[in-house]
């Protein structure tokens, strides 16, 4: 059974920084595309950003770009969100996510593509 296990949320004033962490269990991790949601109340789950399964492709929103970067640590089953420069429309449930296709395959920004999920870590940007 596959299990991710997400942590490094919290409480962080505008302009600061936080490091997100996934670890996954239950099937070969460096197998399978990895990548990062968030869901803000009221609104619907959007994609932040992926990576590939060998980790040298990544992609991201245009929210994201130039602020975020997605890596992942295939020898620690653990795939990384470092976010820079937060601002308050960044707070949201983050959730890490799990490609459930063909191993080897590219990652998509399409939430349906991805079948495994963690439980997800609160972000909250202060202004």
């Known amino acids: 059974q596959v299990q991710l296990v997400e942590s490094g949320g919290g409480l962080v004033q505008a302009g600061g920084s936080l490091r997100l962490s996934c670890t996954a269990s239950g099937r070969t991790f460096s197998n399978y595309a990895m990548g990062w949601f968030r869901q803000a109340p009221g609104k619907e789950r959007e994609f932040v950003a992926a990576?590939?399964?060998?980790?040298?492709?990544?992609y991201y929103a245009d929210s994201a770009k130039g602020r975020f970067t997605i890596s992942r640590d295939n020898a620690r089953n653990t795939v990384y969100l470092q976010m820079n420069s937060l601002k308050p429309e960044d707070t949201a449930v983050y959730y890490c996510?799990?490609?459930?296709?063909?191993?080897?395959?590219?990652?998509?920004?399409?939430?349906?593509?991805?079948?495994?999920w963690g439980q997800g870590t609160q972000v909250t940007v202060s202004s």
């Open positions: 996510a799990g490609d459930s296709g063909d191993p080897f395959t590219e990652p998509t920004t399409n939430y349906h593509t991805y079948g495994y």
């Open positions: 990576i590939s399964w060998s980790g040298a492709r990544t």
